[in-house]
T-cell receptor, first 115, second 110 residues
């Protein structure tokens, strides 16, 4: 199994809603990532978890709250988002370890629209 | 500040010919460089990578060249096939942090 599964594929939410994005992998990877991609732009790193601990937070606003319940799961909790947060949210995983030459396996993403 | 740049947003090539994609970077601390391929409605998939201590890496039809002095890398695909039509992202890593270029859309014409 070389898949990273993300749910839901599409999400529409209001600015006062609370929602969560979910990501799952069963490759035994120990590093998991959240990226954000706006249209016609490159993916931008948000968070990295290494061995279930948050190791990188790219100064992401607190309305985005990551959670890694175990080595296979990664969540992104959303609260009080703004319309400019509308984007494709990509989850990825990698083997982990030295943190170099990490081949990331990406999910298909969640297309988020904030109204 | 964009540390990885792909200045050609699109490339059209005839089937069977060579595709050359270019990428420039600004941060000399990057230690690995990678290329990812993305089809619509899918996440990026890893294609090939090169360590900063090498100048060439080859994998089947795909070859990546690195010119550290120029802070430039390129991806050669030969021969190009219709299934190669996709968006190609150049990426550079330092530790767990991967920085992506804006992507080049490749269209392979029959």
């Amino acid at each position: 199994d070389t898949e990273v599964t993300q749910t839901p594929k599409h999400l529409v939410m209001g600015m006062t809603n609370k929602k969560s994005l979910k990501c799952e992998q069963h490759m035994g990877h120990r590093a998991m990532y959240w990226y954000k991609q706006k249209a016609k732009k490159p993916p931008e790193l948000m968070f990295v978890y290494s061995y279930e601990k948050l190791s990188i937070n790219e100064s992401v606003p607190s309305r985005f709250s990551p959670e890694c319940p175990n080595s296979s799961l990664l969540n992104l909790h959303l609260h009080a988002l703004q319309p400019e947060d509308s984007a494709l949210y990509l989850c990825a995983s990698s083997q982990g370890g030295t943190g170099g030459n990490e081949k990331l396996f990406f999910g298909s993403g969640t297309q988020l629209s904030v109204l | 500040d964009q540390q990885v740049k792909q200045n050609s947003p699109s490339l059209s090539v005839q089937e069977g010919r060579i595709s050359i994609l270019n990428c420039d970077y600004t941060n000399s601390m990057f230690d690995y460089f990678l290329w990812y391929k993305k089809y619509p409605a899918e996440g990026p998939t890893f294609l090939i990578s090169i360590s900063s201590i090498k100048d060439k890496n080859e994998d089947g039809r795909f070859t990546v060249f690195l010119n550290k002095s120029a802070k430039h890398l390129s991806l050669h695909i030969v021969p190009s096939q219709p299934g190669d039509s996709a968006v190609y992202f150049c990426a550079a890593s330092r530790g767990y942090k991967l920085s992506f270029g804006a992507g080049t859309t490749v269209t392979v014409r029959a």
